[in-house]
């Protein structure tokens, strides 16, 4: 079965300090790797994805294939990333994702 | 603008009255979902469309069903609604190339 963990429900930091969202995944064959953003009164949205090696608004993701992990990083949180935050493998053979059960991320001032 | 429309945001039925629930998206994407979720939880994906190839999701209930007459279009009919199906309903697009989905900003379904 394929399953994604978040292990933290709620993740509360200060401005300017380090956050690291974790996320680990159960997956047959060789998943594309998603992490999906829904900030306040807005659509869930694509944040990044595994295979574009790219920083988006100062995160990034590396996927560990060994600990089949792909945990969320940004080195100085600011208050506008407070939001919930949604691990998403994506099956490419089946053409669909599972998605974790997020994780909301509060940073106080 | 919103690529990914879902009328109406807000739906209020009565217990065992047949809803119908609606998403259009202008991004002429080949794959479109249909998402349960309720609070604090994931999105549960319910089925998705690849073109008209319709799949269902082994644990979607019956109660659920979905029609998708055009690329445009999809609809998400609940025969039954039952005080647990009260949830947001999302749909969403996915272009084939990326793997990436695009939402809809969801439907609130109350069941009296």
């Known amino acids: 079965a394929q399953r994604v963990t978040q292990p933290e429900k709620l993740l509360s930091v200060f401005k300017g300090a380090p956050v690291e969202l974790k996320c680990n995944y159960s997956y047959s064959g060789s998943p594309e790797l998603f992490w999906y953003v829904q900030y306040s009164r807005q659509r869930l949205q694509l944040l990044l994805r595994?295979?574009s090696r790219e920083s988006i608004k100062g995160f990034t993701a590396d996927l560990n294939k060994g600990e089949t992990s792909f945990h969320l990083k940004k080195p100085f949180a600011q208050e506008e990333d407070s939001a919930m935050y949604y691990c998403a493998p994506h099956n490419t053979n089946a053409g669909k994702s599972t998605f974790g059960d997020g994780t909301t991320l509060t940073v106080k001032p | 603008d919103a690529m990914v429309i879902q009328n109406p945001r807000y739906q209020v039925t009565q217990f065992g009255k047949p809803v119908t629930l609606s998403c259009s998206q202008t991004l002429n994407h080949n794959v479109m979902y249909w998402y349960q979720q309720k609070s604090s939880q994931a999105p549960k994906l319910l089925f998705h469309y690849y073109d008209k190839d319709f799949n269902n999701e082994a644990d979607t209930p019956d109660n659920f069903q979905s029609r998708r007459p055009n690329t445009s279009f999809c609809f998400l009919d609940i025969r039954s609604p039952g005080l647990g199906d009260a949830a947001m309903y999302l749909c969403?697009?996915?272009?084939?190339?990326?793997?990436?989905?695009?939402f809809g900003a969801g439907t609130r379904l109350s069941v009296l």
């Open positions: 969403a697009t996915e272009g084939t190339a990326k793997n990436i989905q695009y």
């Open positions: 595994h295979i």
